[in-house]
C-alpha cells in the first residue's frame, strides 16, 4: 500500500504558480546586478563525488549531507553548497584562465536538516564567486554588490552586519586548550550563549584572552566597536585586522546606508572555512541571515590550487517568502483571451500568436462557448475577450478587483 505518493518529503515543498513567479522575479534582477559587474554564470552538477566536501576542514558533516552509490559503486552526493564545486571547476577546467575569475550561480542545495527544526532540506541560493585575489579591492567589491543584492529585495528593510573572523582566531590560537575546547568556544560565540561561554572560558583560566572572548559576542554595533576590541586585547595582528575592517567600514557607511550596516566581530562561523572578512544580510519579517559570505583563502588549495577567493550567497526562498508574505506582489494577469468559433480555430491561434508578437500576453481558450470563456476570463481577472470567426470582435470583461 502506497503511504507517501501524495505528499513531499520532510523539509521539501512544491512552489505553485505565484510562488515561481515572485521567485523568478527575484532572481532575474539579482542576476541583473550580478552580469552588470561582469561575473558569468556557472551551473554545477546537482551530485558529485563525496570528496568533493570530505576536505580537510569537514565543513560539511556526513550526517548533514544526502547520499547516493553511482554503477560503480562510489559515493556521491546531492549538492550541499555551491562554493566547492565552483572551486573544483576553478582548479580543473578554469585553471589556466587568468585571473581574477568572477562567477555566479542560481541553483538548489540540499541539506539534511535534523526534522525538529522546521528548516528547509532543498534551498534556492545565488551567489558569486571572486576567485583569484586579496585585495581590499575585490572584498570592496564583494560587499558592496552583497548590499545592492539585499536593497533590491527590501531598500528599507535590511541590516548588513561586517566582522572579521581573524580576530577570533588570532584570540583563540593563544589560548592553552585542545582543539574541541576552541571550537566549543567559536559555537557558543556564535549562539551568543554568554552563560555557558563564561563558564568554559573560567576553566581555562583568568587572563586577558579569556576576559577578551567572553566580551565578543557583545562586540556588535557602530564605529565604537573597534576602540572596544582594541581595548580589550592588541597586538600587531589584531591592531591590522581592526585597522583594515574600519576602514572598509568607513567606506561603505558613505554609501548612505545610515543605520543600516553595523560591525559584529562575533560572526565566527565556519572559522575552518573563512579567513578574513565576513559578512551577514538580514530582511525584517526573517530572523535567520539570508545573505551570508565572506573570504575564504584556503579552501581551493584543498583542490590543488592556491589562490585566494571571496564571495556570498543569497537564500533566493527566504527573500520569496517575505514578499509574498507582504502582499506585494500581484500575479499579472493576461491582456486577453482569444476565443475561437467552431471552425476557426486555427484562425484562433495565428490572431492570438499575431497579439504575442506584439508583446501582449494572450491565452488561447479551450472552452466551446463564447459565455464560458467570458467566465473564466473574469474569475482570472483578464479584461478582454477576443472572438474570432469570420471577423474578428472584442469584448471587454467585468472584472472585480
Avoid: W
Wanted: aromatic share 8%; hydrophobic share 40%; with cysteine.
Amino acid at each position: 500500500m502506497k503511504q507517501y505518493d501524495l505528499i513531499t518529503p520532510e523539509g521539501t515543498n512544491d512552489l505553485l504558480f505565484e510562488d515561481c513567479a515572485i521567485r523568478n522575479g527575484i532572481e532575474q534582477r539579482i542576476a541583473g546586478i550580478f552580469s552588470s559587474k561582469g561575473y558569468c554564470e556557472i551551473v554545477t552538477p546537482g551530485i558529485e563525488f563525496f570528496d568533493v566536501f570530505n576536505l580537510r576542514s569537514r565543513y560539511f558533516p556526513q550526517e548533514s549531507m544526502y547520499k547516493l552509490v553511482d554503477g560503480k559503486g562510489r559515493l556521491l552526493v546531492v549538492r550541499p553548497d555551491s562554493t566547492m564545486p565552483i572551486a573544483r571547476v576553478a582548479a580543473t577546467r578554469l585553471r589556466e584562465v587568468p585571473l581574477p575569475l568572477r562567477m555566479f550561480y542560481r541553483q538548489n542545495v540540499y541539506r539534511n536538516s535534523p526534522a525538529m527544526r522546521g528548516g528547509s532540506d532543498e534551498i534556492k541560493q545565488m551567489g558569486i564567486e571572486l576567485i583569484g585575489s586579496d585585495s581590499r579591492r575585490a572584498d570592496l567589491e564583494v560587499i558592496t554588490t552583497a548590499i545592492e543584492v539585499l536593497a533590491s529585495c527590501d531598500n528599507e528593510k535590511f541590516r548588513f552586519e561586517i566582522g572579521d573572523i581573524g580576530f577570533f582566531r588570532e584570540l583563540v590560537s593563544k589560548l592553552d586548550t585542545d582543539d574541541a575546547s576552541k571550537e566549543e568556544i567559536r559555537s557558543l560565540i556564535e549562539v551568543k550563549n554568554y552563560p555557558a561561554l563564561n563558564d568554559l572560558l573560567d576553566s581555562i583560566g583568568n587572563n586577558k584572552i579569556t576576559n577578551a572572548l567572553k566580551q565578543l559576542p557583545r562586540l556588535f554595533g557602530g564605529v565604537e566597536v573597534f576602540e572596544k576590541a582594541a581595548n580589550l586585547f592588541a597586538d600587531e595582528k589584531i591592531n591590522k585586522i581592526l585597522s583594515d575592517l574600519k576602514a572598509i567600514y568607513n567606506d561603505l557607511s558613505a554609501l548612505g546606508y545610515d543605520g543600516k550596516i553595523t560591525v559584529d566581530l562575533g560572526i565566527v562561523n565556519k572559522m575552518d572555512y573563512y579567513t578574513g572578512v565576513v559578512m551577514k544580510g538580514y530582511l525584517e519579517g526573517c530572523g535567520d541571515e539570508v545573505l551570508s559570505g565572506g573570504r575564504y583563502n584556503h579552501l581551493l588549495a584543498e583542490f590543488g590550487y592556491d589562490v585566494p577567493a571571496t564571495g556570498f550567497a543569497v537564500n533566493i526562498d527566504a527573500a520569496a517568502k517575505l514578499i509574498k508574505r507582504s502582499n506585494t506582489y500581484k500575479a499579472p494577469a493576461a491582456d486577453a483571451v482569444v476565443f475561437a468559433e467552431n471552425g476557426y480555430e486555427m484562425d484562433g491561434l495565428k490572431y492570438a500568436h499575431k497579439l504575442i508578437s506584439e508583446g501582449l500576453t494572450v491565452e488561447n481558450s479551450v472552452f466551446g462557448t463564447l459565455e464560458e470563456t467570458k467566465k473564466y476570463a473574469a474569475d482570472r481577472k483578464i479584461r478582454k475577450v477576443i472572438c474570432v470567426s469570420d471577423k474578428i470582435t472584442e469584448a471587454e470583461v467585468n472584472v472585480n478587483e
